[in-house]
């Protein structure tokens, strides 16, 4: 999704990249898909946003949007811009990354030349026995080179709100 003003309002590109369709393969065998189509509409914003918001697009600052369709059957658009008030992270001591799978969370233990580094001596996690509806459905796997599974399979089943939460 896109944000453009055109001197007089704003507007929105949302291009549609699942009705994009194969039309053929390269010569690596991979597919060549078919240019998805793209929809342009106005996009309202309240009189008090519309500076920062012009000013943030003339900068080419980064934003994110999030399309949300109501009860009503009206789409409403959620604008994200991501503000320079918070401090630079340190990575001096390493850093915990997280990757969110369909079927649960991996992490990794990064040191500060961010290559993954073997947890330290002693290392556990602690969890309660009960948090599946089954034996072994929630499973915490660890792996010594600094690398830790959390296998959570009702991910994949849960809606989009509920599955980043």
């Known amino acids: 999704m896109k944000i453009a003003f055109d001197g007089r309002e704003f507007r929105l590109a949302v291009t549609l990249s699942h009705l994009s369709e194969p039309v053929g393969v390269d010569r690596l065998g991979r597919p060549i898909m078919s240019r998805a ?28 949007v999030e399309l949300i369709r109501g009860l009503d059957g009206r789409f409403r658009v959620h604008i ?24 649960g969370a991996c992490m990794a233990n990064v040191s500060s030349r961010g290559l993954p580094e073997p947890w330290p001596r002693g290392f556990q996690v602690s969890a309660p026995k009960n948090l599946g509806k089954y034996d072994g459905e929630f499973q915490i796997v660890p792996y010594p080179s600094g690398f830790l599974y959390i296998r959570v399979p009702e991910l994949a089943y849960a809606s989009g709100f509920r599955a980043g939460t």
């Open 37 to 64: 189509p793209r929809v342009l509409g106005r996009l309202w914003i309240p009189e008090k946003h519309r500076a920062r918001l012009l000013g943030w697009l003339t900068e080419k600052r980064a934003y994110t």
């Open 80 to 103: 994200a811009l991501e503000l320079d008030d918070h401090p630079e992270t340190d990575f001096s001591r390493g850093v915990l990354a997280v990757d969110i799978n369909p079927d």
